[in-house]
């Protein structure tokens, strides 16, 4: 066992020196005891941009920006359990973070976990919107809490499996579509940039900019398919693909797009 886990760190060294994306040593580490603890299994999703990052291996290209992470984000379906990969597995999510003795805190109901000595450095719990809004929710099969987001369903549904590379081996992990994560970058754009959180807005624009033109060139059946499904969830979603699309026309001219331009309604 031992040695067959040697065999693939070395595997994984020998693919970063070529040009592969490596999880850094402390998010790896927090990645591989959930995973060994089986948040993925259990139906969790990496999300963020970390997932973002791990798309990079997938293509086998590197991106030039919107790849500034310093914090992790994991989503589950809840209670949609229709969506889930595996909703009988039971785990202790938070005793697994809790194992790391890396001095983390459950803040916000337990929704998001805190370091005291790297306050950038966050663990957060997400889920898709439900009946009773936005109040956390309860996962005893998790053994954790998790904060319902708006839209979050888009980029939910059908995950796709993707490996990590760390310096200590392969992290197996669930990750959004693509094509799902990128119109849904698109659709928050707006609203974040409305809000109070203009650099993250920014950030959502470049990444769902650098997938769309990935996409579009060379997978852009499922990006179309991903793009019709956006359209036919409501006003809302339609208006802020919109002004999405508007925006990345605007600040991106230049990139290749496979979808046409949103009807107002």
Known sequence: MLRARKHLSDMCEAVTALGCYSVIPKHAKVLERLADHG??????????????LSYQNRFGIRWTGGETTV????????????????EDLKIDGHGAIASLKMG???????????????????????????????APVKM????????????MEFSMQDPAVS??????????????????????????????????QPEKANKDLLQAASLIDYLSQNEPD???EAWSDLQ???PTWR?????????LQQRYPNISCAISRPKSD
């Open 104 to 134: 983390f805190l459950p803040v916000n109901e337990g929704t998001r976990y805190i370091k005291q000595d790297e306050p950038d450095f966050d663990l957060d719990f997400l889920t898709c919107l439900h009946r009773g809004g936005d």
């Open 163 to 196: 490996v990590l590379v760390a310096p200590s081996g392969p992290i197996v992990t669930n990750v959004p579509r693509p094509e799902r994560y990128a119109l849904a970058k698109l659709v928050l754009y707006p609203e974040r940039l409305a809000g109070t």
């Open 71 to 86: 914090d992790l984000d994991f989503a589950h379906p809840g209670k949609n359990i229709s969506i889930a990969i595996n």
């Open 222 to 224: 499922a990006l179309q």
């Open 39 to 52: 948040l993925f299994r259990a139906g969790g999703v990496l999300v963020g941009t970390h997932a973002y």
């Open 239 to 247: 208006k802020l693909a919109q002004e999405g699309f508007n925006a």
């Open 232 to 234: 036919t969830r409501g």
């Open 140 to 151: 005893p099969q998790l053994n954790l809490t998790l904060q319902p987001l708006r839209f």
